[in-house]
């Protein structure tokens, strides 16, 4: 797993939820900050996007983590940022076996 994979399949999972939720949704880049630029990203919905991705990298983040904001909660993160820090979690983390459910 790598940077670029984490990106990619980021974007995948954020695409698919607001196609899902058929909610608009501008061209997803690694410099989209999901909380400001896709519409109904919020609360509600990150977990269910941290959980999918999670599962379709095969690595726990915790339930309480959201990986869409900086650690001391201060900034919103782009895609990029977003699997930068999914990375660090995933190096301080035991893998699980990834899912086929989400991919």
Sequence with gaps: MDQATVEAKLIQILQQIQATSKMP??????????IDDLPGFDSKIWPAAISML?????ITIPVDEN?????????????RETAARVMNLAQ?????SPSTTHA
């Design 67 to 79: 990986i869409f904001v900086s650690p001391d909660g201060k900034h919103r993160l782009t895609v």
């Design 25 to 34: 949704s501008p061209a997803i880049t690694a410099a989209t900050k999901p």
């Design 54 to 58: 999670a599962d379709s990298l095969g």
């Design 92 to 96: 301080s983390r035991p893998a699980i």
